[in-house]
């Protein structure tokens, strides 16, 4: 078994959901007493996300490039950024070991289930920003992004909520009517990209299928780690 190398803290709220489903998907594989070789780096996300605010987004590439490091030294064989909205800095994590892009993920599970258009759920960053939208597409995905009030209320929620560790109905609810919109303007599928969503929702709250990236994404990490896949290839 390979070293899984988790790179969290943004939030711990949705790491910690990482490590138990990384252990969770070995202990299936493996059974018995197994669990998984994992090293954890666990930023402060009040100075990540001060970052964000202010759109210094290099300066988050540092921070992020230095904690890869410390991964790789400390044994990690892979880099899992915990994190959809901080992919945006994913260039700045060439640290030396793999790198595991939780957007090819992502477009590798939407490819196998036959979905071709897909509404994308996130922070503001991750909806209305190219880098994580554009990876998609370079799989060959069409992308919907909610209207401009929806990723005001999809992102406050993830902010105000969320990383807080507060659980609303209602905000279930309004995350409901915005899967709901999105299915309406012709999405075939809908992507959880933020991976505290769900927390929040799951298949249930979606008519049509929903792509965890919290799930897929650390269930790929232990997979290669077990040696049962490769890497998705990088887009062309």
Known sequence: MKTIGLLGGMSWESSAEYYRLVNSRVREALGGYHSARVVLYSVDFAEIEALQSSGDWVAAGQALAAAASALAAAGADVIVLCTNTMHKVASSLEVGVPFLHLGGTTAAAVRAAGVSRVGLLGTAFTMSQPFYRERLAAHGLSVLAPSDVDQQRVHRVIYDELV???????????????????????????????????????????????????????EAAVDWALGLRELPPAPV
Request: aromatic share 6%; proline share 7%; net charge negative.
């Open 164 to 218: 807080q560790g507060v659980v609303l109905p209602a905000s279930r609810e309004a995350y409901r009517g915005v899967i709901s919109r999105l299915v309406e303007a012709g999405a075939e599928g809908v992507i959880y990209g933020c991976t505290e969503i769900e927390l929040l929702v799951d298949q249930s709250d979606s008519p049509v299928p929903a792509f965890p990236t919290t799930r897929l994404h650390a």
